[in-house]
Each structure stands twice: as C-alpha cells, then as structure tokens.
C-alpha cells in the first residue's frame, strides 16, 4: 500500500520551484506586474456625486472595492478635481 505524501497547497511557506530546481521566494517567479500592465487597456471615467449623496469619498472608496473584488478592474491613478 502506497503513501501519497504531497504537501497541501501553501504547505512550503510561500516557496515555489524555480528554473533552477531550488525553492525561491513566490515573488521570483512572478511577471513585473508593470510589464503586464502595459499590455493591457486603460480606460478614463469621471465621475460626479448626486446631490443626495451624503459622502462621495466614502461611496467612491466602496465602488472601487467593488470593482476590483467583483470585476478584476484595479483603479491606477484617482484624482479629486474641483469644476
């Protein structure tokens, strides 16, 4: 009767095998997310709170979570611009 002694996922401490067979920090073997980010589309929204909008910071900040966790869009660049 066999043995299977796989680890469980996350079991080496947030080492992963590089190229070379030693285990290297996770990071390592990553792609520079700046190199990623180059290929992909930027989009410009402005956006202005209604009148009966009690805090805007606030639902702004709420609205961007919900875009990242809900629709994988990460805001870059957010400015406040008075018009």
């Known amino acids: 009767m066999e043995h299977n002694s796989t680890k469980p996922a996350g079991a ?4 992963r095998q590089g190229n070379s067979g030693k285990n290297e920090p996770a990071e390592l073997n990553r792609q520079s ?5 180059d290929t992909r589309p930027t989009y410009v929204v402005t956006l202005r709170p209604e009148p009966h909008c009690p805090d805007a910071t606030r639902a702004l900040r709420r609205l961007l979570k919900l875009a990242l966790r809900r629709f994988g869009l990460r805001a870059t660049s957010v400015e406040e611009r008075s018009e």
């Not at 080496?12 to 080492?15: Q, S």
């Not at 997310?33 to 980010?37: D, G, L, M, Y």
């Open 33 to 37: 997310s700046k190199t990623q980010a």
């Open 12 to 15: 080496n401490g947030g080492l």
